[in-house]
């Protein structure tokens, strides 16, 4: 079973952290996506109950908080631990880098973390494979869609059902190409 205190108080300190940001294209708040993360870990956990589950639910409800919440990681080493600060931030894009590098980058420090940390990023990209926005050209759903084939297979060995639910999401998003230019 989870801790379900820790559990809260992430939470809490996630959504502080965000603050008024909106998922993009739904204007929900951004703690929608955050706790979609999180139950998707949750649901792998009931799945297998083979992995720490309070490490891989804190890294997911802290996902973005680098990225696009600009928390820095001796902050989150010093409120949740260093595996918690470390798995962050091989969760964060360097921006450092031109963006098409950016994703392989994370997935290498990616490569080297524990499991709990590498099954974020499938739930991550199983969530966020949802009705692309209107706008999407059919290239950037194409593009899209095979930055989550790259991601299933550098990590997908993290978890099982993840990995399949996964692969079945990809499967499903090329019904969003067929009547786009
Ligand atoms: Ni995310």
């Known amino acids: 079973m989870w801790n379900q205190d820790q559990l ?6 996630a959504a502080k952290a965000h603050g008024d940001q909106r998922v993009p294209g739904s204007g929900a708040p951004y703690v929608v996506h ?12 009931a799945e297998t109950r083979d992995f ?3 490490l891989a639910v804190t890294c997911a ?3 973005d908080s680098v990225e696009d919440a600009g928390v820095a990681p001796e902050v989150l080493a010093k409120e949740f631990g260093v595996a918690v600060a470390a798995g962050v931030s091989a969760l964060t894009k360097d921006d450092a880098l031109e963006k098409p590098l950016r ?22 990209r199983v969530t966020n494979l949802e009705p692309p926005p209107p706008h999407w050209t ?4 194409l593009a899209y869609r095979d930055e989550a084939r790259l991601i299933l297979d550098a990590l997908g060995a993290a978890h ?3 990995a399949r639910r996964l692969g ?5 998003y090329q019904r969003f190409f067929d009547d786009v230019r």
């Not at 994703?103 to 991550?124: C, G, I």
């Not at 059919?138 to 759903?141: C, D, F, I, S, V």
């Not at 079945?168 to 499903?172: D, N, P, Q, S, T």
């Open 160 to 162: 099982g059902p993840l």
């Open 138 to 141: 059919r290239a950037r759903r």
């Open 103 to 124: 994703m392989a980058d994370s997935l290498k420090r990616l490569a080297v973390q524990p499991r709990e940390v590498q099954l974020v990023k499938l739930a991550d």
């Open 8 to 13: 809260a108080r992430t939470l809490d300190f």
């Open 34 to 45: 955050l706790v979609k993360v999180a139950t998707e870990v949750l649901r792998a956990f």
């Open 168 to 172: 079945e999401r990809i499967e499903a």
């Open 52 to 54: 720490d589950v309070d």
């Open 61 to 63: 409800l802290l996902h």
